[in-house]
């Protein structure tokens, strides 16, 4: 501090000095030589020298202080070290394994089984998921997102009539884990379901998620018949620990309901239409049995069928016992052709998919593609 304090009174010296030349300089010159009085001279000198003193005197007395200054600030930072000193909490240590690892939440297997048995319930997902860590984890929640979504025609029966002898079909109850957004209306959608369960290290875990949403019956057939399957691409993210961990999972396809989508066949719709002849020929033979019973004469169902339930007797019992025949009893060729128009719509809305879908809808396009190919020859037989 002091080297410091005098390099700046140096430097007030030298100020001084420079500034009294400046002034000395800025004084006219003149031409001729003058004899100059040294008194006066030195007295200024005297002056000058004296003012230095001071002014040196002056900082030298700031030098002390700000030195007395330092010497306490020492001081009171000895105390404080030689003060004892709390000791520090160590941070809660977790239960981990031998090698530090913690939790760490793998999947083994995702998938959304067929229930061709009871295909009108929602499609379940079935998880199994791994804990690999070396300490619990705690499934959180889960975030199922909406890829993207479509309602496909559902590929109805071809029947003459409605079955009415039990009960019709009801949509699903809403009960389910999670309700998907109607198709129209659930493109990158998240819907959030919470969790609460507990993989331990090391240890395995299984879980289903059941997968809800509106189906609409379809008008002619009240049994166990959807108006329309409707299809989603979901993506499952799984969240545990409070750091919010995420289990990756691959892309899912799921039909809505059952996890099925019918797909019309060539073999199918021959079938279908086998079976749809068959059974008008079996109302038309019970009709005319009552109607011979009741001393009425036959109709003739070649030349000149009855069109509409007005051209036979109204209390019949063959039309309206356990079965109420429909429109396509009264013309089965024009519902047979309908039927082929439907068909063929279905496979135009299934092609349309992209190739390559996951768990089984690309070998659903494929057969869909095929379809449409062989129903020229299906009209043909049925001309």
Not at 16 to 45: C, F, K, S, Y
């Amino acid at each position: 501090m002091m080297d410091v304090l005098i390099g700046v009174s140096g430097a007030v010296i030298a100020a001084a000095i420079g500034a009294w030349a400046v002034l000395h300089a800025r004084r006219p010159r003149r031409a001729d030589v003058e004899a100059v009085d040294a008194t006066p001279l030195e007295i200024a000198r005297q002056h000058e020298r004296d003012a230095m003193q001071e002014f040196v005197r002056g900082h030298d007395e700031d030098a002390r202080q700000l030195m007395t200054e330092l010497q306490r600030a020492r001081e009171q930072a000895a105390r404080e070290r030689a003060a004892p000193q709390p000791t520090p909490r160590a941070p809660a240590r977790r239960a981990v394994s031998p090698s530090g690892e913690g939790p760490r939440v793998e999947l083994i297997d995702v998938s959304v089984p067929d229930r061709p048995a009871r295909w009108m319930d929602p499609p379940v997902v079935d998880l199994k998921l791994r804990n690999r860590g070396g300490e619990s984890a705690v499934l959180k929640r889960m975030v199922v997102e909406v890829l993207w979504a479509c309602r496909i025609t559902a590929f109805g029966d071809l029947l003459p009539y409605a079955d009415i002898s039990g009960g019709v079909w009801l949509p699903p109850s809403a009960t389910y884990d999670v309700e998907l957004p109607e198709p129209e209306d659930a493109d990158g959608t998240r819907i959030t379901v919470g969790l609460s369960q507990v993989i331990g290290a090391g240890e395995a875990d299984r879980f289903h998620v059941r997968l809800n949403t509106e189906i609409p019956p379809g008008d002619d057939y009240p049994h166990e018949a959807p108006g329309a399957i409707s299809l989603y691409m979901l993506r499952l993210h799984v969240l545990y620990n409070a750091d919010d961990r995420q289990v990756k999972f691959r892309p899912l396809a799921v039909a809505c309901p059952g996890n099925l989508l019918p797909v019309p066949t060539k073999t199918a719709i021959r079938k279908r239409i086998t079976e749809f002849r068959a059974k008008v020929d079996e109302l038309r033979r019970r009709i005319d049995q009552e109607m011979a019973t009741r001393g009425m004469e036959p109709s003739d169902w070649i030349a000149n069928p009855p069109r509409t339930p007005g051209d036979l007797p109204a209390d019949l019992d063959a039309l309206s016992r356990g079965y109420r025949v429909n429109a396509n009893f009264w013309d089965p060729e024009g519902a047979i052709r309908l039927f082929l128009d439907d068909a063929e719509r279905i496979c135009r809305e299934i092609s349309q998919l992209p190739l390559d879908l996951p768990d089984g809808l690309d070998q659903a396009v494929s057969v869909a593609r095929t379809t449409l190919g062989e129903l020229p020859a299906l009209r043909r037989e049925n001309s």
